[in-house]
């Protein structure tokens, strides 16, 4: 997924001679095509966050559109403030390209996880935030970013995923992406990002055992499509929410605000699954601290089948 990422920050920069690239400390080679092909529009600044987002914005205000990447907890943590006055209170286009969203990272410990970008980033007015599934659905993103007219912060899984987006379903930037079923059910499963894929497994294991389940992906987390999560889940007889982050603010937050503020106390239930509100302290593999937290498809299934008002997994 990074790689389809930043191959299409070249491509997208021979389309447009507005793109530029700014890296933040990355490792030699990055990019090294862009780099020996049109010199004048990549950049490669040290560890200094805050700076090169000011100069994102600087660029951004003289015509470009920078693509900004490093390591998504220094991407967001780092430099908020700028991001916030810098770039959000201006309303610029700059993406902010974040490595190693969520728990990614889990060899190196609490400094490293991001699990708290998708909430901070959600708070901020003008600024949109995209987690998709798979690479073909970072290629759309990417090429739906360059007409995009506002701040973006693009949160990068591991690499690798399995595809499950599909082309047919079309792609625009602030739109849901129904993966199984019509929401109408007993269990509408509601994800975004590399969840999604979970969701589906879930979906299956939960379809063998005689209960439909639906799958939501919300690739866009703001502007969040509650259009389109209304007519899906707005009769169903549960709604799970799974992320890969901090339950406070994120996605499970998002749609709850929204079936709340639309159905009033008439929406379905709603199960969050998530981090809790503590910094991790287990160290191991992404899969192995994924499971520690509850985010196993087990464990979706487990939430789309226990009792009302019970704990969940």
Not at 231 to 257: H, I, N, Q, Y
Request: with cysteine.
């Amino acid at each position: 997924m990074r790689a389809t990422c930043l191959n299409m920050v070249h491509e997208l920069a021979r389309r447009d001679d507005r793109v530029v690239f700014v890296g933040s400390d990355l490792a030699p080679g990055v990019l090294e095509d862009m780099r020996r092909e049109m010199p004048e529009r990549w950049y490669m600044e040290g560890v200094s966050e805050a700076n090169v987002v000011g100069m994102a914005a600087g660029l951004a205000m003289d015509g470009y559109i920078p693509y900004v990447n490093t390591i998504a907890t220094f991407i967001t943590r780092r430099c908020f403030e700028q991001v916030v006055i810098d770039l959000c209170l201006h309303d610029l286009p700059v993406r902010l390209i974040g490595n190693g969203g969520g728990l990614v990272y889990a060899p190196l410990g609490p400094t490293h996880l991001a699990i708290e970008d998708l909430a901070i980033m959600r708070v901020l007015p003008n600024m949109t935030v995209v987690a998709v599934c798979d690479a073909p659905e970072m290629t759309r993103l990417m090429q739906a970013s360059l007409d995009w007219p506002h701040p973006m912060y693009i949160r990068l899984a591991k690499g690798g995923d399995p595809v499950v987006s599909s082309r047919d379903a079309g792609f625009a930037i602030g739109k849901a992406v129904p993966m199984r079923g019509s929401g109408r059910g007993p269990v509408c499963l509601v994800s975004t990002g590399v969840m999604s894929t979970r969701c589906l497994v879930a979906a299956e294991s939960l379809a063998g055992a005689g209960i439909p389940a639906s799958v939501l992906h919300f690739h866009t987390v703001k502007p969040l499509d509650v259009e389109t999560l209304l007519d899906f889940c707005s009769r169903a007889g549960r709604v799970v929410t799974v992320e890969e982050g901090v339950r406070a603010g994120g996605l499970g937050g998002a749609v709850v605000e929204a079936l709340s503020d639309e159905l009033g106390p008439d929406h379905p239930p709603v199960v969050r699954l998530g981090l809790p509100d503590a910094f991790p302290d287990k160290y191991g593999s992404q899969e192995e601290l994924l499971e520690w937290y509850g985010l196993a498809p087990e464990d979706i299934v487990a939430a789309a089948t226990m009792p009302l008002g019970a704990k969940g997994p």
